[in-house]
């Protein structure tokens, strides 16, 4: 189950890297001020005429979405030596700008005349900026043509007869001449039904490529470790198996981004999501690690010698490894750009909803901090708490496990834990016996003190009985002499306290019998009044 949970981690990150942060639409920069949401921008129909630098633009980026490709050529002003290449040059181009230039629609001239204050002649227009040859910087260009008595805006021919060279530029030319025109059109989140399917299968071969790397790794750190006097660095490696196989995975996907020929901002973003799935990967050794931490100090001669560090030290790990879990989510937070403290302010305004819905909740993590600072019980103790004898199993952020007599589970809320008054077996340093012994009602006062001088020599004698030992005459029951004897054990396990108390028990018969006495039994003597009643003897 391990590795398909970790398996299942990859697939949430990945996609999310190639896919869901994707938000934008290619080729058509949006607004800064939520730059993972789409924005629509406002175009004319795909058949409008280009009247403007904005409507040029938009234009032939809708008709390229749809791949109509031959009736984008028409936004282009082709040379007479490319004319016989229209639709490739308009494929080209949308390809060059999906990868090179993030265009802002708004930033575009809306005007028919263009912008006449930009240091360019009045009949040139800026769109943007692409990478050329050995990464020099060139210019798209729109250029002003008359038409049909009017004007339209088209990509300039110089523009135009970049474009085979702006094309031969990109790293993944070579695998868009193989792509079937379908799967260049734009898929679900506008990301483009090509690199969908590229995304999904070269995530299989990242996830298992990354298990085998990360199964490498260890082998070589476990045996430097091997070198090495100390257990804990190879317990650690063994905890870490799943956090560096992810982390193989990341850097093999960070290595094929290039590949997906994402726009800028989509693969910005995509890194922005690796980085914090690397996070993420630290968290989830540290998590490891603190298991790893409260093993080794639970074998440590001081912690095995003392049960209520024993115990606490069980609550540290837990609360560790839920600190760890949070410092790991506020961290890939923060390197996703989302600010931490608002985060933290939502979580107070959160505290007014988790007072009202999940008071219980906090209530019992609360209880469960009370417990393991004050150590009313502990793992492994036999306690009654209201009625509930048994010995504790779990002691939970949330509730506490007691395994009862007859073998059923108890488990109590640690909230309402917390405030019941427990009684802990386990703290007893000696464990107490306190019988009556009955005497029939015929044995002397001489018989009645050789059995009381007998019973405490009797448990005197005896080497779990603590010296302090209780043996009187108390009083004269309905039908016996009662003598109450109280002695207490020097043991702390239950088990050996009843083979002890069987012992003495059997001793103390042995006393009465010695001194010619017997054990009482409930009697009833009957007197009968009136003419020639003749009053019984006392029958049993």
Request: glycine content about 10%.
């Amino acid at each position: 189950m391990r590795p398909f949970r970790a398996f299942l981690t990859a697939c949430l990150v990945s996609l999310s890297a190639y896919g869901g942060a994707v938000a934008q639409v290619p080729g058509i920069r949006q607004g800064p001020a939520a730059p993972a949401t789409p924005v629509p921008t406002p175009a004319p129909a795909a058949e409008a005429e280009p009247e403007s630098p904005r409507s040029a633009v938009a234009g032939f980026l809708d008709l390229a979405r749809e791949g109509r490709f031959e009736k984008a050529s028409g936004y282009l002003d082709i040379p007479g030596n490319l004319e016989g290449r229209t639709a490739e040059l308009a494929r080209k181009l949308k390809l060059v700008l999906d990868r090179d230039l993030w265009i802002d629609l708004e930033k575009l001239s809306g005007d028919p005349e263009g912008f006449l204050n930009d240091g360019l002649p009045a009949d040139v227009e800026e769109v943007g900026t692409v990478k050329g040859p050995r990464g020099t910087v060139e210019h798209v260009r729109l250029v002003r043509r008359p038409r049909d008595g009017g004007a339209v805006w088209l990509f300039s021919p110089v523009t135009v007869a970049r474009i085979p060279t702006w094309y031969d530029t990109l790293d993944n030319r070579v695998l868009l001449e193989h792509v079937p025109a379908a799967l260049l059109r734009p898929g679900p989140r506008e990301l483009l039904w090509w690199q969908w399917i590229a995304a999904i299968v070269l995530l299989v071969p990242a996830w298992w490529c990354g298990r085998a790397l990360g199964w490498a790794t260890r082998k070589v750190l476990l045996r430097i470790a091997a070198r090495t006097s100390a257990t804990w660095d190879e317990k650690i490696l063994m905890k870490v198996r799943g956090p560096l196989a992810f982390a193989w995975m990341l850097l093999l996907q960070r290595g094929g981004l290039p590949l997906l020929g994402l726009y800028p901002p989509a693969e910005e973003f995509a890194v922005q999501l690796l980085k914090a799935g690397a996070i993420v990967a630290v968290f989830w050794a540290g998590f490891g690690t603190v298991s790893v931490a409260g093993e080794l100090l639970a074998e440590a001669p001081w912690a095995a010698a003392n049960a209520t560090a024993r115990s606490f030290l069980h609550f540290s790990v837990r609360f560790g490894r839920l600190l760890v879990v949070i410092l790991g989510v506020l961290g890939a937070f923060s390197v996703l750009g989302i600010p931490v403290n608002n985060v933290l302010a939502g979580l107070g305004i959160g505290g007014i909803a988790i007072a009202f819905a999940a008071q219980k909740t906090v209530e019992n993590f609360f209880g469960a901090v009370s417990i393991g600072v004050d150590q009313p019980l502990r793992v492994g103790d036999f306690v009654k708490a209201e009625g509930t004898l048994g010995t504790v199993e779990s002691i939970g952020l949330r509730s506490t496990r007691i395994r009862t007599l007859d073998r059923t589970l108890v488990t109590v809320p640690n909230g309402k834990l917390a405030d019941m008054q427990i009684e802990t077996f386990a703290e007893r340093d000696r464990i107490r016996m306190a019988v009556v012994v009955g005497l029939e009602y015929g044995t002397t006062a001489k018989q009645l003190r050789a059995v009381i001088a007998g019973i405490e020599s009797l448990l005197r004698a005896h080497p779990k009985v603590w010296p302090d030992v209780i043996v009187r005459f108390v009083g004269f029951g309905a039908s016996s002499l009662d003598l109450d004897v109280w002695a207490w054990f020097q043991t702390t396990d239950f088990a050996e306290f009843r083979d002890i108390r069987q012992e003495v028990l059997l001793g103390i018969m042995e006393v009465v019998e010695t001194n010619g006495c017997s054990f009482a039994f409930p009697t009833r003597t009957v007197h009968l009044v009136g003419p020639g009643a003749v009053t019984p003897a006392a029958r049993p």
